[in-house]
């Protein structure tokens, strides 16, 4: 009989209450972080009392992911609870002593999506260096990620760190966060009490299983699963403002559109590529409220037909290539709300927009990734938690 799906939270208070005995807890969260019945650990931790839950850490978004991507969040005290919401995206981006002082573990859990430019991998890292500085223990309960044993897109490039390039990974790293933990824990060489809460009943799979968890959105942008498995090819568009990438619609990072493209060329340019994985489809959608304004876009919608094969980073600089073709270099660059440094933060590179620019082929700018990552491969394959199997397309090989 197949085993019955737990997340990493279940599993910690099913399975290791003891870790929790005695200790004040600080939990990094937010409201999306949900167990089988659609409970907040949060709300779960609460409630229990034989936990003392004293702080929440909210990361990018807010405890209650109301707040718009960039937008900083401040201290807050939860309504009912009166528990303080410390920020980890306002002021500070690391939690400090003073936030940290009457906590003794820290749990966290987030719904991570497995790409380096989604902050919480960020988060993810100060919280892990704070609590080895502090002498803190952190355990990490996990969860799932849609693309969990695919690694594509380039190295992130010194002295191109930022907040959306805070680890030195590819940008898809095929890791779920206790993995992840683990990973940054080694490749920071940190000395710190780590503790994994890991999953039940799961297979790593980019596929949902049908008794996981219920999918609420981490961030207001990241609507469904397809949404954060999409996120890694399309994220590039926030960068390149004239193209929409539908933020706005059911199908954020699912869609592309522009009041001057056409979304049947743009749909058969994609196609001849013959890009693994992925299809696409010519599809007309609405957009409120965009840099664009309120219309009816023409546009391209991509569906992930098999995500061990999918390869997200190559598919967005596809896109961008294709578009460069049918409509020029200038059309996609030299607007005014094209962000070029934004892009290379993105990338964590400026290598791969200046190739693209250069009209290099984007397979021929994907071919260097894979011997780059060789040492990032060898430590990743030394953390994964729940096995991989042969027909894992890794960073192209």
Known sequence: MKELFCPGISTLLAEQRECLAGKRIGLVSNAASIDSLGCSTAELLWRDRQIELVALLAPEHGYFGTLG???????????????????????????????????????????????????????????????????????????PVPLPRVVD??????????????????????????????????????????????????????????????????????????SAMCFPATVCFEALGSVDHGRTTNLAFQVLGSKWMNGTGVTECLRRRELPGVQFYAHRYAVAGSMLGDRVMDGVRMSVTAPHHFRPVLTGLTIVACLQELYGVDQV???????????????????????LMAGEDASAIAAAWPEASGPFMLARSQCLQYGETPDALISGT
């Open 333 to 355: 660059w030299a607007k005014k709300t094209a962000r070029p440094e934004f892009f290379d933060k993105l990338f964590g590179t400026d290598e791969v927009r200046e190739s």
């Open 69 to 143: 991507a960039g937008k900083k969040c401040s201290y807050a005290r939860h309504p009912e609870w009166g528990l303080p919401i410390f920020s980890l995206y306002g002021k500070a981006r690391k939690p400090s002593a003073k936030m940290l002082k009457n906590i003794d573990l820290i749990i966290f859990d987030l719904q991570d999506i497995g790409a380096r430019c989604y902050t919480y991998v960020s988060t993810l890292r100060n919280v892990l260096e704070a609590a080895a500085e502090l002498g803190k223990e952190v355990i990490v309960a996990d969860r």
């Open 153 to 226: 897109g380039p190295l992130l490039q010194k002295g191109f760190e930022s907040f959306v390039a805070h680890v030195r990974t590819p940008m898809s790293y095929g890791m779920t966060p206790a993995e992840t933990a683990l990973w940054i824990q080694h490749e920071l060489g940190l000395d710190l009490e780590l503790g994994l809460a890991l999953m039940k009943g799961y297979q790593r799979d980019g596929r949902r299983g049908v008794n996981w968890t219920p999918w609420f959105p981490p961030s207001p942008g990241m609507r469904s699963w397809e």
